[in-house]
């Protein structure tokens, strides 16, 4: 099955600068990666998505990049506000097969200091 | 609130009682996911219901776990006979087939404790 691996654990930023947070994945035929964030004791809300037949997406501060050939893809979080910090995961899945089940990585505590 | 509901938000049991939480999707979609949730990692795929059939169920499902969604709309999860490893927040998602493909949002959980 897929796994996704998600490095770092723990960011630490200044506000105003960028993060990057950076996810591996194993099955070539995942083709749907979504970006959900969770704030503490709250639901994961979807924040961004790309498909596997675009290379970058774009919005507002937010971008992510995949690499399929490398199989990995990035979150970009440009000028960040305190209001960012929360646990960010990556996931994958393979659309279009019988399943959509996502498989995520364990998570990004994302702390942006004021 | 036309988002993904859950019920109850937290369960506080003892280990043998049995427990079972209900999810209510988005009104339009007709796949809905359960996810389990424990401290630190993300959320890891239980089981998936397209309208009223359960098409997959993940190894972590135990004989202990059942899901049903009998009319396509509402889901149950029911764990019988509960156990301490069993507590964990319990996350519901739903999608539409056929719409941004598989964009899928979350309910906001329901806490099992198991004591």
């Known amino acids: 099955g897929e796994n996704v691996e998600q490095h770092p654990s723990t960011l630490s930023v200044q506000e105003g600068d960028s993060a990057v947070i950076k996810c591996t994945y194993s099955?070539?035929?995942?083709?749907?990666f979504p970006w959900y964030k969770q704030e503490l004791g709250k639901r994961p809300q979807l924040i961004i998505d790309?498909?596997?037949?675009?290379g970058e997406k774009k919005d507002q501060r937010i971008a992510v990049t995949l690499n399929k050939t490398a199989k990995h893809f990035s979150l970009h979080i440009t000028e960040t506000q305190p209001e960012d910090s929360a646990v960010y995961f990556c996931?994958?899945?393979?659309?279009?097969?019988?399943?959509?089940?996502?498989?995520f990585g364990k998570g990004t505590l994302l702390t942006v200091n004021p | 609130d036309t988002g993904v509901s859950q019920d109850p938000r937290h369960k506080i049991t003892k280990r043998g009682q049995n427990v079972t939480f209900r999810c209510d999707p988005i009104?339009?979609?007709?796949?809905l996911y359960w996810y389990r949730q424990t401290l630190g990692q993300g959320p890891e795929f239980l089981t998936y219901?397209?309208?009223?059939?359960?098409?997959?169920k993940s190894r972590l499902l135990s004989d202990r776990f059942s899901a049903e969604r009998p009319k396509g709309s509402f889901s149950t999860l029911e764990i019988q006979r509960t156990e301490q490893g069993d507590s964990a927040m319990y996350l519901c998602?739903?999608?539409?087939?056929?719409?941004?493909?598989?964009?899928?949002?979350f309910g906001p959980g329901t806490r099992l404790t198991v004591l």
């Open positions: 998602a739903s999608s539409h087939l056929g719409r941004d493909h598989n964009e899928q949002f």
């Open positions: 790309i498909r596997s037949n675009v």
């Open positions: 099955d070539s035929a995942s083709n749907y």
């Open positions: 996931a994958a899945s393979h659309s279009g097969g019988s399943n959509y089940k996502l498989t």
């Open positions: 009104s339009e979609h007709n796949r």
């Open positions: 219901f397209q309208n009223e059939a359960q098409l997959e």
